[in-house]
């Protein structure tokens, strides 16, 4: 089938490829510049060049997202025109890429991925909202981001399940090749760690001497990330561990 897959520049978009590929699947990657290997151009901010990427899909997955600039510009109101752009008469299955816990956690970007999430149930298309945990190179990102010398502070107490970007798209492979769930599925990693526990392991392999400082955090955001908002209650696992992800 021809699948298109938004973001497909990205950190999960890169590796949907093989295993697409590898279903039997032609596959082409949208993003704003049109790069990388079957590479096509199109903007969800503005709507340029959509119809052409979108319109011959059979299956898309849609894993564009803009968390650091505009959210509500590119996954909401995006989200909106990928929905206009498709030809419903070819369209059999649109995988949206979400997040565990964007229906309790409060904070701006999740509040836009489940307006996004409203905009495709409301669009009487055949969708699946598959909310993943967070992936293991974005802990990386954020623990060598938050590292102050040769002290690292976490969140005291929050809980999460990061999975493999490798095992994400993977999964989606097989969830796009088969029916629409027409609502949502989670996936996550195959072990529960507490923010600490990842810090250390993180420290260990990849900043050795770093002091890891568990501090309280107070606010909404901070206690439902320890109620375990961010933790999957139902799905499939990933396979590879955060411990593995280091040694690799
Ligand atoms: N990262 C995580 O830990 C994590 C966890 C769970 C779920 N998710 C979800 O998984 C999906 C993929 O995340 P990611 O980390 O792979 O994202 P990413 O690395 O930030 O990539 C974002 C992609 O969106 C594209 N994009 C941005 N603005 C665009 C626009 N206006 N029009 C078209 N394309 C645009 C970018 O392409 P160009 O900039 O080249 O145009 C890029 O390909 C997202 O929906 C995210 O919410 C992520």
Same mark, same amino acid.
């Given at each position: 089938?021809?699948?298109?897959?938004t973001?497909?520049?990205?950190?999960?978009?890169?590796?949907?490829?093989?295993?697409?590929?590898?279903?039997?699947?032609?596959?082409?990657?949208m993003s704003r510049?049109?790069?990388?290997?079957?590479?096509v151009r199109g903007d969800l901010a503005t709507g340029r060049d959509l119809a052409a990427a979108v319109g011959?899909?059979?299956?898309?997955?849609?894993?564009a997202?803009d968390?650091?600039?505009d959210?509500?510009q590119v996954d909401v109101a995006g989200t909106r025109r990928l929905v206009e752009a498709v030809?419903?008469?070819?369209?059999?299955?649109?995988?949206?890429?979400?997040?565990?816990?964007?229906?309790?956690?409060?904070?701006?970007?999740?509040? +836009?991925?489940? !307006?996004?999430?409203?905009?495709?149930?409301?669009?009487? /298309? =055949?969708?699946? %909202?598959?909310? &993943?945990?967070?992936?293991?190179?974005?802990?990386?990102?954020?623990?060598?981001?938050?590292?102050?010398?040769?002290?690292?502070?976490?969140?005291?107490?929050?809980?999460?399940?990061?999975?493999?970007?490798?095992?994400?798209?993977?999964?989606?492979?097989?969830?796009?090749?088969?029916?629409?769930?027409?609502?949502?599925?989670?996936?996550?990693?195959?072990?529960?760690?507490?923010?600490?526990?990842?810090?250390?392991?993180?420290? +260990?392999?990849? !900043?050795?001497?770093?002091?890891?400082?568990?501090?309280? /955090? =107070?606010?909404? %955001?901070?206690? &439902?990330?320890?109620?375990?908002?961010?933790?999957?209650?139902?799905?499939?696992?990933?396979?590879?561990?955060?411990?593995?992800?280091?040694?690799?």
């Amino acid at each position: 089938m021809d699948v298109l897959v938004t973001g497909g520049t990205g950190r999960l978009g890169q590796r949907l490829t093989e295993p697409l590929r590898a279903a039997g699947h032609s596959v082409r990657q949208m993003s704003r510049r049109g790069t990388g290997p079957g590479g096509v151009r199109g903007d969800l901010a503005t709507g340029r060049d959509l119809a052409a990427a979108v319109g011959g899909a059979e299956l898309i997955v849609h894993a564009a997202t803009d968390p650091r600039g505009d959210p509500w510009q590119v996954d909401v109101a995006g989200t909106r025109r990928l929905v206009e752009a498709v030809d419903r008469s070819r369209l059999q299955h649109l995988v949206y890429v979400s997040i565990v816990g964007v229906d309790r956690i409060p904070y701006g970007y999740y509040r +836009a991925k489940f !307006a996004a999430e409203q905009v495709l149930l409301g669009s009487g /298309l =055949p969708v699946t %909202l598959l909310r &993943a945990t967070q992936f293991h190179d974005f802990v990386d990102f954020l623990l060598d981001t938050a590292q102050r010398g040769p002290v690292l502070p976490v969140p005291m107490g929050w809980r999460v399940q990061p999975v493999d970007v490798g095992d994400v798209a993977a999964h989606i492979a097989d969830v796009v090749s088969g029916p629409p769930a027409g609502g949502v599925i989670e996936y996550g990693g195959p072990e529960e760690l507490s923010a600490a526990e990842l810090a250390r392991a993180w420290a +260990a392999a990849r !900043a050795p001497g770093t002091y890891v400082v568990a501090t309280p /955090l =107070p606010g909404k %955001l901070s206690a &439902a990330l320890r109620d375990g908002a961010a933790v999957p209650t139902g799905g499939e696992r990933g396979r590879r561990t955060y411990a593995e992800h280091l040694r690799g």
